[in-house]
């Protein structure tokens, strides 16, 4: 059974940082891609980050580029994403995927206020 959980959370005030862990299960991890979305209230699920089986090849939406960073450990089968001086409308639930399946998670929340 594909599943991915999610962590890392939490409310931060404009300009600070967060890191989001997803670990996965139910599947060869290692080769295939894995990306981040969020979900703003209101709005639909938009992609954020992809990142390739060998993570090496790494892609952005442009709303993130420069911001947030992908990163891959196949070995504990899990991403990360960091996110440095987030902004209020960074605030979304984040979720991880692999898109060669249907499941996703129960995502984590991210708020920036201050």
């Known amino acids: 059974q594909v599943q991915f959980v999610e962590s890392g959370g939490g409310l931060v005030q404009p300009g600070g940082s967060l890191r989001l862990s997803c670990a996965a299960s139910?599947?060869?991890?290692?080769?295939?891609?894995m990306s981040w979305y969020r979900q703003a209230p209101g709005a639909e699920r938009e992609f954020v980050a992809r990142?390739?089986?060998?993570?090496?090849?790494?892609d952005y939406a442009d709303s993130v580029k420069g911001r947030f960073t992908i990163s891959r450990d196949n070995n504990k089968k899990m991403i990360f994403l960091q996110m440095n001086n987030l902004k209020p409308e960074d605030t979304a639930v984040y979720y991880c995927k692999c898109n060669e399946y249907t499941a996703w998670g129960q995502g984590t929340q991210v708020t920036v206020d201050s």
């Open positions: 990142i390739d089986g060998t993570g090496r090849r790494k």
């Open positions: 139910g599947f060869i991890f290692g080769v295939r891609a």
